[in-house]
């Protein structure tokens, strides 16, 4: 079954620096989902990515995807308290109508005013 | 707020009962899709349903089942509950996007605690 690993599994930073979040598979992607969720709460979709080399960006949060390593990063600049609370990748188990998405253990970011 | 609802927010029960956790999907959105969050298996795929109809299965014990309904909401049934199962469920939905892709939106989860 697919895995996916994420690195670092936590993050503390001053506000206003950026920093970089890594979700790698242990299988071929199909699509890269990214969410954020605050301790306890819903998680809160952030972006997908589909295609290799793609990248998106959502305000100061930008994701890529490298197909060809498995991997998708998470960059956030000039990060502020708001940035703060686990992020989560998923990743679809087949490319097909089957959406059901295997997560990583998440990374909890820390930033501090 | 993701347009997913679920109810109830929080659960307390005994172990050996039976409870339900509803979910109401975004308007328009065929697929729902079940989750269970814990501290140490993190957030793991229990099924799948579109437009009725079952359409993948995780790691879904026996115990629990699910449906969905004509008017696309979601229940999610958990029997002979055990202290391991205290966790947060949620509920996400979906609809194809113009791009091919399905994008999941999740709910704000059913806080589950037996006792």
């Known amino acids: 079954s697919q895995e996916l690993e994420q690195s670092p599994q936590s993050l503390i930073v001053q506000e206003g620096k950026n920093l970089t979040i890594n979700c790698t598979s242990s299988?071929?992607?199909?699509?890269l989902y990214w969410y954020k969720q605050k301790y306890g709460e819903g998680l809160i979709f952030l972006m997908m990515?589909?295609?290799?080399?793609e990248e998106k960006s959502h305000e100061k949060i930008t994701a890529k995807l490298d197909e060809k390593k498995q991997q998708s990063s998470l960059h956030i600049t000039a990060s502020q308290p708001s940035h703060a609370g686990i992020y989560l990748c998923?990743?679809?188990?087949?490319?097909?109508?089957?959406?059901?998405?295997?997560f990583g253990k998440g990374t909890l970011l820390t930033v501090n005013p | 707020d993701s347009g997913v609802t679920q109810t109830p927010k929080h659960l307390i029960t005994a172990t050996g009962q039976r409870v339900t956790l509803r979910c109401s999907p975004r308007?328009?959105?065929?697929?729902v899709y079940w989750y269970q969050q814990s501290l140490d298996q993190g957030l793991q795929f229990l099924i799948q349903y579109y437009n009725g109809e079952e359409r993948a299965k995780g790691n879904i014990l026996e115990r629990f089942s699910a449906q969905q309904f004509p008017d696309l909401h979601s229940e999610l049934n958990l029997s002979s509950l055990e202290l391991g199962d205290s966790a947060l469920y949620f509920c996400a939905s979906s609809v194809r996007s113009l791009a091919g892709s399905y994008e999941q939106y999740f709910g704000p989860g059913t806080r589950l605690t037996v006792t």
């Open positions: 299988k071929t992607l199909y699509g």
């Open positions: 998923g990743a679809p188990s087949s490319g097909g109508s089957n959406y059901k998405l295997t």
């Open positions: 990515l589909q295609k290799g080399g």
């Open positions: 308007s328009g959105d065929l697929s």
